[in-house]
């Protein structure tokens, strides 16, 4: 029985301590600074979409346009 009750003293101890350093821990990970990384990966993510959007729209789909309808256009 002895056994049994300092374990648990010894768990709640290390509760404490674990809640003690959580309170004391000041971390400089705020709401703007997760706001701030938040926005710069929607600004990038949109950026790589639109260069994707019109290097589609210029290069791949008219090339691929071209050689579509010639292949579908054989006179032979």
């Known amino acids: 029985m ?3 009750i300092q374990k648990i003293k010894n768990r ?3 509760a404490a301590v674990a ?8 971390k400089a990970e ?3 600074d997760s706001g ?10 949109a950026l790589l979409l639109a260069g ?4 589609f729209n210029t290069n791949i ?8 309808n010639g292949l579908f256009n054989y006179k032979g």
């Open 36 to 45: 701030v990384k938040i926005l710069i990966a929607v600004v990038i993510g």
């Open 2 to 4: 002895k056994k049994f």
């Open 12 to 14: 709640c101890q290390r």
């Open 52 to 55: 994707l959007y019109t290097l």
């Open 61 to 68: 789909i008219p090339t691929l346009t071209t050689k579509i």
């Open 30 to 32: 705020g709401y703007v």
């Open 19 to 26: 809640v003690q350093t959580a309170i004391v821990t000041k």
